[in-house]
Structures are given as structure tokens and as C-alpha cells.
């Protein structure tokens, strides 16, 4: 059985067990205030190239996400994000929970458009009812989106553009972000911390066993975060697991080889769906792919492969969703591909 | 340098980590929805004597504090507490930040009496105001408490009778439950399943590297709580490493193994302090050892031990907090005690 | 200078303020628990047919909106409503800020249909991921709704038959319930109560100074209701004022009254507004009428009448509304109809 | 039968009244942006001497309290306040629902010493754990206390001092502020407003229908204050009402005018009881009166006079409150004293 499922299926990179195994009986104190979480820390302010930054390791996305959301905004404000961001669907209302409303914008194959936030501003500011609305505190986006497309660098600055011109912070979701690093051929890491003014590192789709690094590269947008992350349930005690995965992650090029290994093979795959003749639903230059699938090749595929069905597309037909993951190898795609046939 | 600052300093026991390891490459589904956490949570039913119960694995103590509480309580109604609660001083008001008060009662050594709870109940449902007060809604305590310090089986029995007869759910806050269950020759796991209404075995302080097992033998009193979990960021993508972890603890009787270690180990270090000469603050039979010390005293020990330093006792002492874990030696302790000398 | 800005702009009908005059210096206990409270809600459950209804007396409608919204939802639930609805528009955020998504249908001219409703819930129960997302908990909508407009009687059996189907209560906003009584052919106060299971029933737009009933018909949906209130900032201290002001309008059916006045006279203004060339932008039976008007049109009428531009309708036109009250006359509307010519 | 219930138990003061009545029928803009606000806020700028103020009218008192104190907080933020404190004892949770955890002082006759505030920070910000804490946000007091107990005018400098030696803004819960403000011979309006970042004016209490006014010296310290009281549900649509009634208490006097017969029935009231034989509880100069008395004498009296019995003070007495109003006459007071012979 070959497993596409999603990209949180395995454990972590053998390197960063090692690390873990290799430390497994040190002792240290807790909460994240240990060396390895500070070198760690480091290794990531050099690579994305904010030396100021405040780095808080934290475990998973929906909790970065909502711990996130909910120390940028003030109490009248909302959070603007795309009808299909990870924040709006899947995450059991913890926006909402936290108080903020998240105020939709149209989803161009997961993407929001500097020009839909720019049109959001004039027409808030221009209604008369705007003190009787929430308020406009924050853009979400995603790199890549949860439709697997990235923001060319052009889109990202207007994006970046646009809400400093209305004064709100940019932040940028990075549940999966060395796929879309490895997967762009514009946006770097230091873009990222250029443009955007907090984001976060996904850890646990990303060869950690669990883990998301939130970076913010000016920290006074962020006071006590720490305390407003434990106040959120989100802060680990062992905080040293996070530190020890980061490090290994960000020594020798880790995060980007095996994120590119990831990306590679899944345009193997979608070269293959192709030329099977299986059209792709949305054109994802990631690790996510997307493509309506006859009903009748879904359920003789589900014999071998697992997959998600993503949503009925018309009568016989449906958008399914393959994954890969930084443990995705040639073979595993050449065995897939051979079932293709 | 020896260390006794938490029970939360090391990785996790060896075994566990064997099981990490051995599983690490496999392809698993996420959220807890695979085998290993249906096995976990079988073996938990099993020694606790709950067959029926709803098993589900969280992350860490706060957050499992928070979120069984807000699952636990309606809109109008607080949760009792002893002041010394770890809900009402060291979590960051998370239960506060999920909309519910914690109304204090006194804490005896760390402990809540039943006839307190009664008072309560007494002075609240006599008083002509309580329509434009807070309901009481649960009752949280901890075992062992934040000051080491464990309930007979017959105070438990009455805190449960008490609950029951206002009708209010007991939840019992179990971060070093292990610990407590070692110490106590009265109360047995099936003891607490029976009394409880909800409670959680730790797994962060007693050999894993994170998890809260929730157990509520009667599931109904927990209606989705996946996805209130969710909610609260409380759900960790690879599920499986907490079903591992588990599964791991409760095989073979590792983890009372391990707990009474650590038992032993602080009840050697607590006879070594009181030959020395050192009054205990408390009088605790659990992993955590409380002291008051001459702060000279102090000083000179910060030298070769590391301990937390809890509060002043006086003018020239203070209230210092030895522990010990499941990773402690009788070597380890042979070596405090010398340094005692 | 005419004003049909909204139909808040006056204090009370005069027999309401009659009432608050005579009874001004009597003394009576607080928070609604007097006999004018009692009274009124008693003529209350007579009117709608509701024996064993709570009635509770509140202040304000979005007050109300988010208060009743609590009470009725589960912690991860949400609340389904039109996009054109209040509480997703108007309100701040207060349904959100209270912790609760607001899960959007489509507006059809400001109104849910049951197919929209069943729908969600199909597609909502044949969602494998529906544990990461939010419950629907209930379905709110409003009698008239924001652009005027009525259910009809088999509409609203339709959206009752479908919430019980699945199991959600049906609350209706009843911010201008009179209004929509007055100008419905076919839905009655008794099919109000019989088909919703929580309402409120306006007092602030229709004759009173403020204030809105809210009507559970079977109590037990709403426990500890006064409470909740009171935690939401919404129980009135002089409580009897709400009830005196109720007490006077549902004596000699002046609530009907004075709503059908204000129906009675928008209708005329309406056929004004035709007469004069001038196109409905919706086809609203109620005292709010909305219009597409050229903007100089819109300028040179602001010289002698004030009214809500609502929104642009293409480049040089746009949408208005105006709005009557109970105390609307037919002189008042006279001068209007030759300010037209 | 006489009534010393509450100071709630009228309706307005005849001018107050006069001034709804005579502009019933007025056609205004709603939100409290109409003129009458306008110039109602004006005299309350005038009056206390704070010229820049933000005024805000609100309804209640419990709505109130929330609002100002969300507003005033940061979301890892708690409010500090006496353990007798309003917020802390009969406002169903609203402070705590609102995400925020009340910082218990000891109650001194109701009152904070700034001694303890003092202490609160010390601890505070020498505690290493404070990370896991909530920070201390604001202060909050009421003055009078519920208690009726009043801070001299050195007390009220010395608790601003503290504050704002801490950075933390303080709150003045003014539900009876015009009885304080009659009852002392040393605080007046404009310290209040100097020493003070935020109070509120009493109108619930002290002659108008309902309304409490919202002041900040300096309005930096709300922002969008109106949005967030509209996402609690606080602003009334109907403003003009709360314009108008604070216009006609501060207007001649009449504000403090009533307030002073209100203190001086008050201590007619308590020096009959004193002449009596009765002891006070608490020894009070303003209109609520706490006295212990044996409850056969509460049974007998109780025939022909309501009050609130507060609290058992021992097996045969209880503590019981008298509370005169901005309506009780000299011959009300007289009736009294002559019941008691």
C-alpha cells in the first residue's frame, strides 16, 4: 500500500532522532529557556537573515495560528484571510474561540490578492456603519496555500505593500513552508522575513516529529508572547525537543534538501497523472496535488493508494489530493507510477 | 552539577524512545486515529478499570487543564479550586481566557476538604445574589498536589459523595499522577477512575517526552471533545507518537516502575536533608520535597545542585522545592547526600 | 426637514411614556423580578401562545443577538446565518467575541432558505474532516430580515422543519418584529412561537425607549438565562422599566397599531417613489424601503430629507433606504410625496 | 411599608423625566451622536475638569465595568481589585468571561491599600515563574466601595501613585459616585479626574432611569472605545436618552443636590439606629447603612420596612444594609424612626 494521505504520516528525519536520542538524558531546564532552543533560535535569525527577531518555538499549526492571530489583533479587529485558509476551515473555530472574527476574502486557488485587501480598506473606510464592524487588524496567508500554490515574489511584496500602507501586520501561515521555499524559484527565506512581520516554520510536516518555529523579525510586535503562548496551552514543557529539532533542521542544509526531495517527487507524480491523462484540479508546483479523478479510478486506485477525496467534482467525478513528504523517495514514486498503468 | 529542579528535565525513558524509533519511518493516519492510540488508550482502560471510558491524548498540562474545564463547564459556571491551584497561579489565566472564573477555596497543604465544598455550596445556594454570580460547575484538584502532598482514599471518597450530591463533575488533575499513585498505599488507579469524573496520567513528567492521557469513564460527559481540543490547539497532527508513548508506559508495569523510583529516590534525599538537620516544609511522600533553608545555606548548595527556590520563609530562609524523577539513581542521590556532608 | 434615517430616532409612544410617568416614584425591586415585569410577560405568552415561555427582558438588539447566541451554542459550535445578516454585518464582532463562528449562507434578498440550510448539513455530515471544523449549532435569521423582506408562512415552516430535522433550534431576530407582523398576510404571533424556538419580540424600533423580549417557548432551551444575561452585561438594574414600557404595548393591541401606521405609510412612499420613476432595489413589504437613485438626485433631495445611502449602484447611482416608525404619519408622509413632485 | 432595598428601586428624578418627555417626539441620530450627548458630555468635562476627555455613555453597571476593563487590558493581562470588589462578587463572571482573571487584594472595609498593590508588584516582578502568570493590567476600585466606605482624598494619590509608578492604568467603578463625591469633605470631581484614568458617573443610581458615563481624561487610553462597547452589547441605539439625562443631572446642581440628601437622610437613618442600641458593622458616611442586627429584631422589622440582609454574623445576627436613595425624604427618614421606637 502506498500512503499519500498527507505529509504528517512518519516520524522525523532519522538526523533529527539522532539528536534527540543523543541528548534523550541530558538535563536541562524547561520551557524553552535551554541552549539548544537558543542555538537553534540563532540558526534561523541567520538563515531568514532578521537578527533581531524573537523566535518561539511552539508545537502545532492550529495553535501557532490562533496564538498568533490572537496577540496581533485587538479586541475590535479581525483577521482578513482567504475563504480557504487553513484558519477559516479547519481549525474548529479557534479564531473565533480566541474572540476575532475572520473577515473572507476571495480564494484565487488559495490565494488573496493584494488588489481584494486594497478593496476591503476602501470600502471599510469608506462606510459610514465601519464603527458598528470589525476591524481590519491583520492579513493570513499561507506558503504555499492549502491549494499547494505559492505567491510569486511580485505578489508577496504587493501583499507586504498593502497592508503597511493600512497598517496592519502581515502573517504569513508556514505549515508547510520549506515545500514552498524548495518549491519557488523567486521567494527566498529572507524574503519571507523581509516582507512579512510575523510567520512561522513548519516543523512537523517538515522532518520534525512535531514542532512550528514562529518568527517575528521586529519582536515588539509581539510583547509577552511567551506568556500569552502559555495562556494559549501552547508552550511545551520539554521545550528543549523544539530547539534540538530546529537545530538539526537548519544544520547542513537539512531543511531545504529534504523539502526539495519532497517537491521533486511529487512532480514526478504529477507528470505521471498527466500523462495517464488525468487532468490537475489547480496547478501546484508543490507537494500537494490536486486532480479530478473518475469516481470508477478512484475506487480501483484506493485498492493500492491512499489518498484523500477532496470534494465531489460534478456527478462521476471528484478532486482528490496526493501528498508527499521530505520521506518520499524515487522508488516509492517509480512503485506508484507503475500502478498507473 | 546535580539538578532537581522539575521532574520535566529529561528526555523520555529509554523504552519509549525505542518506540519511537522502531515505528519512526511507518505511515500512519494523523490525530490520534491510528492503531497505536486505539492500543494506548485499551491498555489505560484496562488498568484503570474503565472500559467504557473516552480516552484521548493531549499534548501538555495546561492546555489539557483548559481544555477539560471549558469542556466540562457551561457558559455561567467557574470551576473550584484550592488557591494553590496550578489552574489559578502558574497557567497565564487560560482558564480565565476560556471565560471561566475560578473560584478559590482554601488549600490545606495544597489539598481542598470536602466540607469546604460543602460550605460553598451551602453559603452559594442560600445567598438571595447567586443569580448575578458564578455557578460552581466542577470541582479541579490535583494528585499529587502542587506541594507534593496526596489525598487519603477516604478524603477522595468524600470529595466524589460531595460533587456528586451538588451534581458537579470532579476532575482530577493528574501531571504527576504516576508519582502520587507510587507514593500512596491507599489509592490505585482503579480507585481514581471510580471517583473521578474526568483526570489525566501524565506523561510529560513520568517518562515520555510530552502527553496527557484524559480519561472519562463515563464518555458522555465529554461530548465531542476532539474537536473542542481542536478548538484549543490541543490535537497534535502525528497523533501517533502520543499512542506510542503511552502504550509504551503502560507495558510491562513501566510506568509505576518508574514512579516508584522516583519515589524512593526523593524519600532517601528528604531522610538525608532531615538528618542533616533541615525541617521539611511539608510533609510530602511524593517526588517533590519541600525544605526551609538558611538562605547561607542555599547559596552554598547553588554550587553543586541546582533547586528551585520557591519563596521566603522569614527573613534569612527561604521555601526551596527538591524533585526527583523517573530517571533518578540511588547513584545520583548516594552523590546529593555527600555533598550534604 | 424629514428624517427617514431609521426607525430609532424618537423616544417612546406616548402611552409608553405615560406609564413610565405614572408609576415613576413607586418603589419595586430590581432586575425584572416586579410585578410589571410578570405582568407583561404573562400578556406576552398570551399573544404568541406560549403558556410556558421564558420571557426575559434585555436592553438592546445586538446585546440580545449575542447573549441568546451564547446561551443556545455549545462551546464548538457555530451559529448559521445569511451573509446580509445582522450579527455577521453590524454587530462588532459580539457573536465572535463571545467565541462562536458565524457559519454564512447565502442571502437571498436578505433571506435563508431551508435548502441552503439542508444542504450545509449534507455537505457538512459527508465531510470526513467535519471534527476539525465547526458544529452548526444553530440557525439564526430575522423576521423582517435587514433589506425588509418577509418569510412566508411556508417558508418559515420549511426552515423550523429543517432545524428540528437536524436537530439545531431556530431563533429569529425579531429587531423589528412588529413591522414584519404588521405588513405579513400570513404569518401570525402564534407562528412565530410555534415555529421558533427561541425569538425576541422588539421593543427600541417599535415604541419603546429600548428594550427587546426574548421568548423561549419551551424554557428548558435557555437555563440559567438571567445569568448569562447578567454576565453579558445585559440585565437591566430598573428592570421594571422594561416591563412597564411591554406592559403598555401589549395593551389594546397598540403594538400592532402603531406597527401597521408604519407599514401603512412606507407602502406610501413607496408607490411615491414608483410614481415618480423611481426603481425598488428590492421588493420590500415593510417599513424599510430601499431604492436605487441616481446620486444627484440623491443630492438634492439631502436638502430637505434625511435617509441611509446604503451602497453604490454602479457608477452614478446608488442605493437608499428609508425607514418609517410607529410614529410615522400621514401628513408626514404627504409632505414627502410633494417634496417629490 | 418602607423600602431601603436599594438605591435602584425609583424611577428618575422629575427633571430628568421632564427632559425625556418634552423631547419625546424629537427626530435625532441615533449611537449617542446627537447633539444632546454632545452636550451632555460637554458639562461632565466642565465639571471634573478634564477637558480633553473621552466621554462615553453606557447603560449598566456590570456592562460597564467589562467593557472599560476589556478595553483596558492586554490579553495576558488580569485586573487587580479587592476580594469585596463588584466585579469579583456579583457580576456573574463577566470580567473572567471576557478572557480576563481578577488579581484578589485583601479588602480593607472594601477598600485597596496602596500598600498592597505595592506588595502585589513586588512579588510580582520578583517572582521567576511571572512568565506563567498573569500580569497585573489595571487597578480597579469602587468609590464608595460596596461597602460605602469612602477613600480619602491621601489614599486615592497614593493608590495613582502606585499605579503609576507600575505603569497600570486605575479604574474607578463610580455605581454610586455621586453619593461618594456628597458624602466626602475632601475628594471632589476634579480629583477624581486627576488621579484617575478611567472612572464612570453613576446615573443608574443617583436620579436618572438608567446610564452610567464613561470618562477618560485622556482618550488615548480607549481607542475605538465605542467598537468594542458595541461588541458588548452596550451602546443603546436610542443614545440621545443617556445625553439627555446626564444633561439634566448636570445641570443647576441637581446631581449633587440629590446626591447630598440621599447621604444626609442616610446618617439620619444610622444615628437612629445608633441611638437605638444597634452597633454598625462598618462604619460608613455614605448612603448604605450595614448594621448587625439579632434577627428577631430583622423579623419584626421586616413587617413594615424591606431591606437586604447581607450575611450571617454569627448564630443570632446577621448583617443587613440600609440604603437611602436621591428620593428618600426627610419624612421618609422620620417614618423610619419612628418605627424603631
Not at 262 to 279: D, H, P, S
Request: glycine share 8%; proline share 4%; net charge negative.
Amino acid at each position: 500500500m502506498l500512503h499519500f494521505d498527507s505529509d504528517y504520516m512518519e516520524g522525523a528525519h532519522p538526523k533529527v532522532m539522532e539528536r534527540l536520542l543523543e541528548t534523550n538524558l541530558e538535563k536541562t531546564v524547561g520551557y524553552g529557556q535551554d541552549d539548544y532552543c537558543m542555538k537553534a533560535a540563532e540558526k534561523i535569525r541567520e538563515h531568514f537573515g532578521c537578527p533581531d527577531a524573537l523566535v518561539q518555538f511552539l508545537v502545532g499549526g492550529t495553535q501557532t495560528n490562533d496564538t498568533v492571530i490572537d496577540a496581533l489583533l485587538k479586541k475590535y479587529e479581525g483577521v482578513l484571510a482567504a475563504e480557504s485558509g487553513h484558519i477559516n476551515c479547519h481549525e474548529s473555530g479557534a479564531v473565533e474561540s480566541s474572540g476575532h472574527k475572520i473577515l473572507v476574502l476571495p480564494s484565487h486557488d488559495g490565494k488573496v490578492w493584494a488588489s481584494d485587501v486594497e478593496d476591503f480598506f476602501i470600502s471599510f473606510l469608506g462606510d459610514g456603519s465601519r464603527d458598528h464592524m470589525v476591524y481590519p487588524g491583520a492579513l493570513y496567508i499561507s506558503f504555499p496555500t492549502e491549494w499547494g500554490t505559492l505567491y510569486s515574489l511580485s505578489e508577496l511584496e504587493e501583499l507586504s505593500a498593502v497592508c503597511h500602507r493600512y497598517c496592519i501586520p502581515l502573517f504569513l501561515d508556514g505549515a508547510r513552508l520549506g515545500y514552498g521555499l524548495a518549491a519557488s524559484d523567486q521567494v527566498t527565506m529572507k524574503d519571507i522575513a523581509r516582507l512579512c512581520d510575523v510567520f512561522y516554520i513548519s516543523g512537523t510536516k517538515v522532518g520534525a516529529l512535531f514542532g512550528e518555529a514562529v518568527v517575528a523579525p521586529r519582536p515588539e510586535l509581539l510583547p509577552h508572547f511567551f506568556t500569552l503562548s502559555k495562556q494559549h496551552g501552547a508552550i511545551l514543557a520539554k521545550g528543549r525537543l523544539l530547539g534540538l529539532q530546529f537545530d538539526a533542521l537548519f544544520t547542513d542544509n537539512l531543511y531545504m534538501d529534504i523539502s526539495k526531495q519532497a517537491v521533486t517527487q511529487a512532480l514526478r507524480l504529477k507528470e505521471a497523472m498527466i500523462a495517464r491523462g488525468y487532468k490537475p484540479y489547480i496547478d501546484s508546483p508543490t507537494n500537494q496535488q490536486f486532480f479530478v479523478l473518475p469516481n470508477g479510478d478512484i475506487e480501483r486506485l484506493s485498492g493500492s493508494v491512499t489518498f484523500e477525496v477532496w470534494a465531489p467534482a460534478g456527478q462521476d467525478s471528484s478532486i482528490v489530493r496526493f501528498v508527499t513528504s521530505w520521506n518520499t523517495t524515487a522508488e516509492y514514486i517509480d512503485k506508484f507510477i507503475s500502478l498507473l498503468q
